[in-house]
């Protein structure tokens, strides 16, 4: 590998957790219903409140956050859930060392938070159908301009971390904001 293939780093340090996270989450399951794209929704409506913390791009995080409102709004009215019972916050702690170099820190949040925009595109494809009459919006992003988004972001990425230190510490950026959204999908867990 390129020590200075910001992104082969990235993959080969999130690797096992990614595969966690595909595996484990709520839309995992093999017939997921609109009830679990609530639960997935507010999973990650969580996780993008407490990434809010950290050194990530706080309009990412603002565009998130609108999106997935958007869609948990739907899905309330689609279940009839009554609107003081919609929100379900979890508290979760998961400490990180304040980074030596925070921006690239964040850089790793955000490729987390770019690649499941992604990997939403993956998502939309198998539930449209037997979602709807949901729309997924918050899965289907922007559409056809996702996969030239996602290249646009990687070529930022790899602009951002030129040097081997800095890939590093996105790369702990990444692995910190995979930690906290399997902390906050164990913690949804217990809850249920």
């Known amino acids: 590998?390129?020590?200075?293939?910001?992104?082969?780093?990235?993959?080969?340090?999130?690797?096992?957790l990614h595969a966690e996270?595909?595996?484990?989450?709520?839309?995992?399951?093999?017939?997921?219903?609109?009830?679990?794209y609530r639960a997935h929704l507010q999973l990650l409506s969580d996780w993008t409140a407490?990434?809010?913390?950290?050194?990530?791009?706080?309009?990412?995080?603002?565009?998130?956050?609108?999106?997935l409102a958007v869609d948990l709004a739907e899905c309330d009215r689609l279940l009839g859930t009554p609107p003081e019972r919609a929100s379900t916050a979890t508290h979760v702690d998961i400490a990180a060392q304040t980074p030596a170099d925070a921006e690239a820190f964040g850089w790793g949040i955000a490729y987390v938070i770019e690649g499941s925009q992604l990997g939403g595109q993956v998502l939309y494809r198998r539930l449209a159908e037997?979602?709807?009459?949901?729309?997924?919006?918050?899965?289907?992003?922007?559409g056809r301009d996702?996969?030239?988004?996602?290249?646009?972001?990687?070529?930022?990425?790899?602009?951002?971390?030129?040097?081997?230190a800095r890939i590093r510490a996105a790369c702990d950026g990444a692995v910190h904001a995979f930690g906290l959204l399997l902390?906050?999908?164990?913690?949804?867990?217990?809850r249920a």
């Open 130 to 142: 037997s979602l709807a009459p949901h729309p997924l919006a918050y899965l289907r992003g922007t």
């Open 50 to 67: 407490r990434l809010r913390s950290l050194p990530v791009d706080a309009r990412r995080l603002d565009t998130q956050a609108a999106a």
């Open 21 to 36: 996270v595909d595996t484990g989450l709520p839309l995992a399951r093999p017939s997921p219903t609109l009830a679990d």
């Open 146 to 164: 996702t996969g030239a988004h996602w290249k646009g972001f990687l070529a930022e990425l790899q602009r951002q971390l030129a040097t081997p």
């Open 1 to 16: 590998m390129d020590p200075l293939d910001a992104r082969a780093a990235l993959r080969e340090a999130t690797a096992p």
């Open 183 to 190: 902390a906050c999908h164990r913690a949804s867990e217990l």
